[in-house]
């Protein structure tokens, strides 16, 4: 099993073009067994690339296909608009990769998703996406580092170590059940806490690592949930551990305002829930090994 998707989602690139990057992921995800059934170009309607239907409008592509998934890789101007859309065509989950959109556009979306389209979920903006293990991969993630099977969960705010991550676990044979990157700016359309708790209630997950990063005080919300609400396992790296107070590194999400949004004080936090907190990913997937083991 899986959480959000799996291999029955049907998925509709938003920004698809012969040359364009959603084409380019778009059949990547494909060629991962992904049912990629539509994509949408204003422009291009009624056009065919490399095999996938374009229409004009999500709703069409919804109408025609019935796709409950969409894929939106447009540049940050555009990717309000488009998350819109697609909620307003009934779309319940929708990832969006965009980097760079407006923090206050990223607010504005949230607060009406959260008031009109409360059946729409999103992932992003600024992420990697979602990899269900050998069932379903939207976004960028390289499929080949992931392995089905197995009993792990993973979500991250930072794409690059959430690779390495899925990697490590991959190279030890610990294979996963679903693996989410939400992204690391300041308004993500889905929280750590809403993939713990869908992990909680997902019956093939017995276990899930956590990676964060500094800024802001999604770890410390995390690690009230894990400590109210999760029975299952959790191992957590949280990036930044050097960084210096007031200076923006990597994201948006990523900067230190006084003493708030430390790596110091996100694993202390976590480690008072119960959290085992690893220095590094290796040392964190090597936890994990151990954790499985017991289980099984």
Do not use: W
């Not at 790296?237 to 003493?259: D, L």
């Amino acid at each position: 099993m899986s959480i959000f998707v799996d291999a029955n989602t049907k998925v509709v690139v938003q920004g698809l073009s012969p040359t364009s990057q959603g084409l380019y992921h778009a059949l990547r995800n494909r060629a991962y067994g992904t049912q990629v059934v539509a994509g949408t170009n204003p422009k291009r309607g009624g056009e065919v690339v490399e095999g996938i239907p374009v229409f004009a409008s999500v709703a069409e592509a919804v109408a025609e296909t019935g796709a409950d998934a969409s894929f939106i890789a447009v540049p940050p101007t555009a990717a309000p608009s488009a998350i819109l859309e697609a909620a307003e065509a009934g779309v319940p989950f929708i990832v969006c990769i965009t980097e760079f959109t407006p923090a206050q556009d990223e607010a504005r979306v949230f607060a009406t998703l959260r008031r009109y389209f409360p059946g729409s979920r999103l992932l992003g903006p600024n992420c990697p996406g979602i990899i269900s293990a050998g069932a379903c991969n939207i976004g960028i993630t390289s499929g080949d580092i992931a392995l089905a099977g197995g009993p792990v969960g993973l979500v991250s705010r930072s794409g690059t170590v959430f690779y390495q991550a899925l990697y490590e676990l991959t190279e030890k044979g610990i294979g996963q059940t679903t693996g989410v990157g939400i992204g690391g700016d300041p308004v993500p359309g889905t929280s750590f806490v809403d993939c713990l708790a869908a992990f909680e209630a997902d019956p093939a997950t017995k276990a899930v690592i956590l990676i964060g990063e500094i800024g802001g005080n999604a770890e410390e919300e995390a690690a009230e949930f894990v400590a109210a609400e999760m029975t299952k396992p959790v191992v957590a790296y949280i990036a930044g551990v050097t960084a210096p107070p007031g200076r923006k590194m990597g994201h948006a999400g990523a900067i230190i305002s006084g003493s708030k949004g430390t790596a110091a004080a996100k694993m202390v936090a976590l480690s008072r829930a119960g959290v085992t907190v690893a220095r590094n990913p290796t040392e964190a997937a090597e936890a994990m090994v151990e954790i499985v083991r017991e289980l099984t």
